[in-house]
């Protein structure tokens, strides 16, 4: 142990840290650099320089968020029903097919896949169709379903 320390000591006495000095040595005093004005200049263009890098990227960022993937117009949502605070029934087109889709916060499943007359909203009336008018439709179809499921198939 006492091996060591005493390395220790021949070691700080041989090296230095840096800003510590031997007595008796004597180092030139550097002074101390004050800022300039064109320092100050220097560094607030590149700060605009990275800012506007930056606010750049964000504005591509959103964007290309915006952009659609080719397939992706043929997905809609055509309308929804809330049922309560946080449970939703929502109408999809995909191509000529529409899903009834009941939301939650925990998941998404289909309830019913709609297909060519089945539709409850066609291409001409989707847009001339009131909020009441889904909420209908949909009514009618789950009555319709449920009588079928009670009576059974033929």
């Not at 840096?18 to 650099?33: E, S």
């Not at 309560?84 to 998941?107: A, M, N, W």
């Amino acid at each position: 142990m006492p091996v060591k320390i005493i390395l220790c000591w021949l070691l700080l006495l041989c090296f230095p840290p840096a800003g510590f000095a031997l007595a008796g040595t004597d180092l030139p005093m550097q002074t101390a650099r004050t800022v300039a004005s064109g320092d100050i200049a220097a560094w607030g263009m590149g700060l605009l320089i990275v800012l506007g890098v930056f606010f750049l990227c964000v504005w591509g960022a959103r964007k290309l968020n915006g952009l659609t993937v080719g397939g992706a117009e043929k997905m809609r949502v055509v309308d929804g029903l809330s049922l309560g605070l946080r449970e939703k029934v929502i109408l999809l087109q995909v191509g000529k097919k529409q899903l009834v889709l009941g939301v939650t916060p925990g998941r998404i499943e289909t309830l019913h896949v709609l297909e060519g007359d089945d539709c409850l909203m066609k291409e001409e009336t989707m847009s001339a169709t009131a909020e009441t008018g889904f909420a209908q439709k949909l009514m009618l179809a789950i009555k319709a379903h449920t009588e079928y499921s009670r009576s059974g198939p033929p």
